[in-house]
């Protein structure tokens, strides 16, 4: 398909730069340009644009979008500001255009914003899901990916999962990846990044073309990089990326974990039966948790191993935590293990298995809650 | 014993979880005990530290308290006030159990666990660390201190041995004696498909000590809160004694390594 593209840029040596990176592109073709919003809105239909850049630099075209989407309504509309806001991507995005992209950007850049945003547009509001465990080998990564395959699957919408556990990620491993830029490049960059740039970030998994990872550290002191406020950065631009975003984390209260469970949309405590305390280390995390005054609807136990696998089982650990248990995994050793050391997962293997029903049953409700909102 | 002599700290460290530290760490406790040294053992997995649940002992008082007295009464401190006694059948050794509530284990100071240490190395021949499995900067200042570190592995799947390859490097980059690292493998004959061999080959030296899966025994002792080498005779505690036995054969170990923390970030890229 070809573009047909309206540029609104009020500074005029921009206006030229952005111009000359456009016109560069083969199936994209400038038909107009304006450094006033209000001369785009008059005159533009004469085109028949169907993509539209707009500059929100200048505070008062942020209030024209609207206008714009509604004069254009076959056209997708982009922003361009110097400068990443998540605050403004989300007001742009519920004012009705697509996406955000930051200027000047490259030929690569802007093409990349279009097919990412051109279909599903930025998420307004994403899930963000935050995987905790008490104590590591809890499952836990195997249920993020696991999980995101499946919310990925179903949806059909962008998934990215951010593996959080800084100093031993096994994301990479779990879907075979080798990843050239992993989190710490993201959040060393994290200032000079926009949405598209960060997406370039998250790997591609093969053969699921709308779920993305950004991997962890490739050496444990690398985790040392890792600073919590460009960290949150990259969850919060995550958020306009992906309409799931699942972090794995760490075991444990510490600053990324605390600072992940608090930019979530719903925290998952995971543990995994092993006959040892699992189940009182989970109460006393689940009391850190009630200091958020919506933990109730926040924070969603999940065990895994969970023997029998069955719903009286679930209640009975319902129970014992004074908490609804949110899912229930059983133990499937030999499939998840096998699956992660060939880098493929287990609900895509074999579905029909008590597993992958519990993990795609988690993933409707996901979806179904966030159809709710 | 000596004055001014220091005991020796054998600390018990993992880059994977669930691999045994703490079942290991009470047992070389509880057998340092048997061949007749006096022992304390301190539980370092400060959050969720399972040292006084596996042993289900009530104690008074943990290393919150330590920590607390210590900074406020810096002249008459003494660390045995807030020790708890584990005994059975005439053995007994001294634990520092972990803080008892969340906010008190997020508020332990590093330098707070060196100088605990530091004493507890005065009063004791022995005293056994258990920790977590993450390169935390108190974990690394305990190996700073440490006389031997057993580092302990599992052969379950590939991110663990990703994890036990990546820790070994690293624990290898801080510049230790090489006898200080012990690399132990626990559960030696669980469901794999790995191979032994090649796990060596690619920590690039053999495992030190290997110790055998047993999981009935493993999971009695818990429910019963005692130590494997004081209860039962099988494949698992035979090993643990043997295990500990190596170690206290060896003389030329005992020397304690003084070097201060540095940031072991810096010492990696050097
Ligand atoms: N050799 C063994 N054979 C069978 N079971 C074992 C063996 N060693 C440990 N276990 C079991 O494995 C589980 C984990 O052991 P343990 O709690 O000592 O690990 P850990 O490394 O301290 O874990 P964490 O990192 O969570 O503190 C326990 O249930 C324990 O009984
Ligand atoms: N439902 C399950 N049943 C049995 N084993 C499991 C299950 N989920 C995970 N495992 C196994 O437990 C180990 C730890 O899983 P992992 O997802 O890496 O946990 P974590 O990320 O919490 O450390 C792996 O060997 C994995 O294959
Ligand atoms: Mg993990
Ligand atoms: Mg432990």
Known sequence: MDYRVILIENNRVMLERLSSVVRGIDGYELDARYQQAGDALGQGKMFQPNLILLDIDVPQNLALIPEFTDAFPGAALLCLSSNWNANNAAQIVKAGAKGYLLKPFTAQEFIEAVHTFGRSGMAASSETLAFFSPKGKSGKTTLVANLALSLARKSGEGVGIIDADLQFGDMAVFFNLSPQSTIVEAVRDIEFLSPITLNSYFLEVPEVDNLRILCGTKKPDYAELVDIEPFEEVVRMAQSLFRYVLIDLPPGFNPVSISAAELSTQTYLVAMIGGGFEIQHMRRAMEIFKAWPDYGKRVKPVFTRVEPCTDEQRQWLSREMDFPVDAILPNEYLLVSAAANNGRMAVDNRSGTVFADNINRLADEIIGRRKMR | ?270
């Open chain 2, 1 to 270: 014993m000596e004055e001014g002599r220091r005991g020796i700290v054998a600390t018990v460290f993992s880059t994977a979880s669930a691999v045994g530290k703490t079942l290991i760490a009470i047992n070389m406790a509880a057998e340092l005990v048997r061949e007749g040294y006096h022992v304390c053992l301190v539980d370092l997995d400060l959050q969720f530290g399972d040292v006084a649940n596996y042993l289900h002992l009530e104690a008074e008082y943990s290393l919150a308290d330590a920590q607390r007295e210590a900074k406020t009464n810096t002249e008459g401190f003494d660390v045995k006030k807030f020790l708890t006694v584990y005994g059975y059948q005439g053995w007994s050794f001294y634990v520092l159990p972990a803080p008892f509530a969340l906010e008190e284990a997020y508020n332990i100071s590093t330098p707070a666990v060196q100088h605990i240490l530091q004493q507890l190395q005065l009063d004791f021949d022995f005293v056994v660390v258990d920790t977590t499995s993450a390169f935390s900067e108190m974990n690394l200042a305990v190996m700073d201190m440490s006389t031997i570190i057993t580092f302990l592995g599992i052969v379950d799947f590939i991110p663990t041995i990703k994890n036990m390859k990546i820790g070994c490097d690293t624990i290898r980059s801080l510049g230790y004696e090489a006898n200080k690292i012990r690399i132990v493998l626990n559960r030696s004959n669980s469901k794999t498909k790995i191979d032994l061999a090649d796990v060596e080959q690619l920590l690039g030296e053999p495992f030190y000590h290997v110790l055998p899966n047993a999981f009935e025994p493993a999971r009695k002792s818990i429910q019963t809160g005692v130590p494997l080498v004081y209860s039962s005779t099988n494949a698992l505690s035979t090993e643990l004694r043997a295990l500990v036995e190596r170690y206290t054969n060896r003389t030329s170990s005992h020397e304690s390594s003084s070097s201060g923390v540095s940031s072991w970030f810096k010492k990696i890229f050097n």
